[in-house]
């Protein structure tokens, strides 16, 4: 018998691991009673803002917060204020003189204040980072207590873009000091609707 049949007849023999079934993550995580009061704490610390407004309310809403800009992009299918189609452009870089973009978000987590938006209705991903200010749109029924909850709405299966954003672009790397609109969006609301 060779010395490396030797040294794998031991590992055989003294195997200890056991199989075990995993355990059950049912009941996991962090709850809130509040999550929209949850949601909006954890979104304010990071320089972004939330409201609730009824679906038809929606275009004034965004119009009293922002009233001076003027190329706006949506792929919200009941918000009538866009007036310029980002998927109509071939080159990305052409997105850069949108001054708001009001996207649709899947779902919002209250434990981190953070919204799953994907990239399927949009051809351009950088539409979330390039645009000037940003405003995620949510379903009120949509928001989620925590990240476990999140990761079991979405799926793998099919390889397509997502991330999870969180109000407007920020860095805090230089002397830890919080910088709002560093790389991407200044501003950023969620606005749930119901």
């Given at each position: ?19 075990e ?15 929209f ?8 610390s ?13 275009d ?5 917060i ?42 919002a ?9 994907k ?36 799926s ?36 749930f609707?119901?």
């Amino acid at each position: 018998m060779t010395s490396k049949e030797l040294i794998l007849q031991n590992i055989r023999k003294n195997n200890v691991v056991k199989n075990e079934p995993l355990p059950v993550l049912n009941n996991f995580g962090i709850t809130y009673q509040e999550k929209f009061e949850q949601f909006s704490i954890m979104l304010e610390s990071v320089g972004g803002h939330s409201l609730i407004v009824k679906k038809e309310e929606l275009d004034s809403t965004i119009k009293e917060i922002y009233p001076d800009e003027k190329n706006i992009a949506t792929n919200v299918e009941y918000c009538n204020i866009g007036n310029f189609n980002a998927n109509d452009e071939d080159d990305p870089h052409n997105l850069r003189n949108i001054d708001l973009a009001v996207v649709k978000g899947e779902f919002a987590v209250a434990e981190n204040g953070a919204v799953w938006v994907k990239n399927s209705e949009n051809r351009h991903r950088s539409l979330y980072f390039i645009a000037q200010n940003i405003v995620l749109v949510v379903d009120k029924n949509a928001l989620l207590n925590n990240m476990h909850e999140a990761y079991d709405l979405i799926s793998f299966q099919k390889s397509t873009y997502g991330a999870f954003v969180s109000g407007p672009s920020k860095t805090a790397d230089i002397e830890q000091s919080l910088v709002i609109g560093a790389h991407g969006p200044k501003s950023g609301y969620i606005i749930f609707v119901e």
